[in-house]
């Protein structure tokens, strides 16, 4: 499904005054494409991803899923009617429920209600794709960091999403597992032809699994506020940096 | 603190040794002998009594009569299901509208959550008795003038009835009174969880298509539910010890819940009977040991199941839409319920000469007279002063051992500690009533009656300090443990006694906790009822029982009075003691 993000504004309100996370954001990307917001802290890539999923409302701007407006002026979706599934930083597995349950829950709900034997099968065949199906009775609780990871990503694919967000997924996993989970979520993706948008902050992860590259930057001006926009000078010497780092690199920068 | 080195033990002979080791030890021992007497010497002195016959002071012999007297009495049964009834049904109530506030102050967009914040906590400072009061005062079935009014409006549509509609005076009031007495604290206990819940958990079940009240009911509640249970038995177990609405509304109507079976038994029935008291006493204190222990139990298995994390998560606000103002609504109908309008009956009642339906006619006959009456009674001042009294003597005795059993527990190198520890549990467990009766029958009999505290402030600040202990130990348990050791062993080694570290070091470094605790019981000093109640004579009455005596004999007016003066002392004073309590375990983490 094609995503279209145009001037997306977003502005906080704290205690000491406003933040403005982003500004004029615009992007698109392809059906099928994976795709990275790569940038440092706090430069606002998962509030982009969180407009996209509709847990954070936007200031202004508009965001298109599959030719289909879900925010814009004077339009809103909720994020339980979006074509979305998503991968929090901290899995977010319910404690209280047991991996199946976890799994299963999108699909009891009324948008997306799928019958008992039918959710059976869609909840192990999606605990399959990530190789957690004899887990399926274990209580979320006694699962690993790896484990609870894939849950999240069977939960997030279990009611076919056609648009997979994925917001630091791997960032409180040990190295070794990175490499491991990099690689399947990288295949699943592309064997599913899904539409991914994946945010991180490390070059090499970004390096390693996407079709594209968007490099964020924040520019903060003395007081404060966000420089006009994002600035091109970093951003084009990150790019030039990627270059040089990963070779087969279909990169594209804006800035 | 023992510390006998190499040296010492060639040098001298092996009694020496002993002697030196319990000198070294002499605050601990002190500590630990005051500490085991004030426990346990009166729940011994209970236990000896319910087989004892007569009087605690003249006993005829031992018997089992009492025993088999209150396992035959339908009144005993009938009070003790009296008693889970209103604990089950009332903190049901309790925990539906304090878990609903919760969520709403806390997490969505109800308008003037900050206030709603600030309001919520007012009830802290209307004691249970002028809760009951008010409530009384309202509700009565004749002159209560919610009664009154409500008559009024059926009168417009032609019904008319000369009594009621509405009856507090049952044992449906009884519960919707302990139903709306609990709300602050199951709110205080829970809050906590809501705030610090990671919201991903809830964004994870938008993005899995789930809508808001779905959200609601199949991840928030269930996700908080180790929490939502651990408040809820803490307010079983309040609502099974209550006293006051029991006394002031139940008692009436005939109806009895274990406290004031105790109450009754010893207090009003002729002859008194304090065997049979003690037999219901030791039933009371088993049950509520029981239910304690199943408390700690599943507080501590849940806390290995945290679904709520310390990590400091921004928290996330639901949009409720139109659902908005109404929630506004039904805060703005607790509050009345629970602080606006009792407290606005008594306020009126203590303005009128005697008792009147609120009504316009009415108003020409404001007057102060009953606070100038109020005043002008002789024994007000001495009442005044027991209670200042009470308040600074009970919270810096319960205070001074609370810091010392903690610094033994936490610190002290002896054998006895986990003893200590459970000790200190105790007290916890045993409703105030039951503390007075020990207490009255242990100091009736040797060795406590040749103190002769019986009917003196000393009996009663004893009394308030077994009731407070538990809190401000286990208040000091955490702030010691923050204390690193190190600084401790700094003063022994620069040549300083336990004493003087424990003093000079230790203590001013717990400072913050110390306060809180101090505050914390000094306004529950202020507003406590049972214990003040059972114990009372002559010399040694309190402003509660003032104003019980007053309300007793029929002039509601000067109770009112009483009442509302103490209201407005005890709201800066329950605020300020909510902000240092808040401070100090915000320090602790
Ligand atoms: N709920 C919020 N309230 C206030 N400020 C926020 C909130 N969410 C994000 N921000 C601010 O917006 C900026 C972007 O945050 P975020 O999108 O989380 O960055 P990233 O995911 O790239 O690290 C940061 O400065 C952050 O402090
Ligand atoms: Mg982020």
Known sequence: MEVEVRGLTKTFATSQGHVTALEKLSFDIRPGEFYTLLGPSGCGKSTTLRCIAGLERPDGGEIVLGGRTVVGPGVWMAPNERPIGMVFQSYAIWPHMTVFRNVEFPLRQTRSWVNKTERRKRVMEALSLVQMAEFADRPAPFLSGGQQQRVALARALVSRPEVLLLDEPLSNLDAKLREELRIEIKELTSRLGITAIYVTHDQIEALAMSDRIAVMHRGANPSGRFAERYLPAAGEQLCRRLRRTGERLRGYCWA | ?589
């Not at chain 2, 009856?167 to 009884?174: P, Q, T």
């Not at chain 2, 509304?249 to 304090?274: H, K, M």
């Not at chain 2, 339906?357 to 007279?369: G, Y």
């Not at chain 2, 109640?533 to 402003?543: H, R, Y």
């Open chain 2, 1 to 589: 603190m023992a510390i006998d080195t190499l040296s010492l033990s060639r040098q001298f002979p092996r009694w020496r040794l002993r002697w030196e080791r319990l000198r070294g030890n002499i605050l601990l021992v002190v500590v630990m002998a005051v500490l085991l007497a004030m426990i346990v010497i009166p729940i011994g002195r209970l236990l000896i009594n319910s087989f004892l016959e007569g009087h605690p002071a003249l006993p005829e012999g031992w018997t089992l009569q009492n025993y088999t007297t209150a396992f035959g009495m339908p009144l005993f049964y009938q009070a003790l299901a009296t008693t889970l009834v209103l604990a089950t049904i009332g903190t049901a109530i309790t925990v539906v509208i304090a878990v609903l506030f919760a969520w709403l102050i806390e997490r969505t967009d109800m308008p003037c959550r900050n206030l709603a914040w600030a309001l919520i906590l007012i009830p802290m400072a209307i004691p249970g008795v002028l809760f009951a009061l008010g409530w009384a005062l309202l509700l009565s079935p004749k002159t209560g003038a919610m009664n009154v009014f409500l008559r009024d409006v059926f009168a417009l549509f032609g019904v008319e009835i000369t009594e009621g509609p509405i009856n507090i005076y049952s044992i449906g009031g009884l519960i919707f009174l302990d139903g709306l007495r609990g709300v602050t604290t199951v709110f205080l206990m829970v809050v906590g969880a809501f705030r610090m819940m990671d919201p991903s958990l809830e964004e994870a079940a938008r993005v899995s298509k789930a809508g808001t009240v779905a959200t609601f009911f199949r991840v928030t509640l269930p996700a908080l539910s180790p929490a939502i249970l651990a408040a809820a038995m803490y307010s079983f177990i309040s609502s099974m010890e209550s006293f006051e609405a029991p006394l002031a509304i139940g008692l009436p109507a005939n109806i009895f819940v274990l406290s004031t079976l105790i109450y009754f038994t010893t207090r009003i029935q002729a002859p008194l009977d304090y065997g049979l008291a003690a037999v219901f006493g030791v039933s009371y204190m088993i049950l509520m040991v029981f239910l304690l222990i199943w408390y700690r139990r599943a507080v501590r298995n849940s806390e290995r199941f945290a679904t709520v994390s310390g990590k400091g998560f921004r928290p996330r606000i639901v949009s409720i839409g139109q659902w908005r103002y109404p929630a506004l609504a039904l805060f703005v109908v607790y509050f009345l319920f629970a602080v606006a309008a009792p407290f606005c009956v008594l306020l009126w009642t203590s303005l009128l000469p005697g008792y009147r339906v609120p009504s316009i006619d009415a108003i020409r006959l404001i007057t102060l007279d009953n606070y100038r009456e109020i005043f002008a009674t002789d024994r007000v001042f001495e009442v005044i002063w027991n209670t200042l009294v009470l308040m600074v003597v009970a919270a810096t005795a319960t205070m001074v051992l609370a810091f010392l059993a903690s610094w033994i527990i936490v610190r002290a190198p002896v054998r006895g500690r986990g003893l200590l520890d459970g000790l200190m549990f105790v007290p916890h467990a045993i409703p105030g009533i039951v503390i007075a009766l020990a207490l009255i029958m242990a100091f009736l009999t040797p060795p406590l009656r040749y103190t002769g505290l019986y009917g003196t402030m000393g009996i009663l600040v004893i009394g308030l300090v077994i009731a407070y202990i538990s809190f401000g130990t286990r208040l000091m348990n955490s702030a010691i443990m923050q204390v690193h050791k190190e600084l401790e062993q700094a003063a022994y080694v620069s040549g300083a006694s336990t004493a003087k570290t424990l003093f000079f070091i230790t203590l001013p470094l717990l400072f913050p906790a110390f306060a809180a605790g101090w505050i914390w019981v000094a306004v529950h000093a202020l507003r406590a009822f049972s214990i003040p109640l059972m114990l009372s004579s002559k010399n040694n009455e309190v402003f509660a029982v003032l104003l019980w005596e007053f309300w007793e004999n029929g002039t509601a007016s000067l109770a009112s009075g009483l009442g509302v003066l103490l209201i407005i002392a005890l709201i800066p004073l329950s605020l300020l003691m909510r902000r240092f309590i808040v401070q100090v375990s915000g320090q602790q983490g």
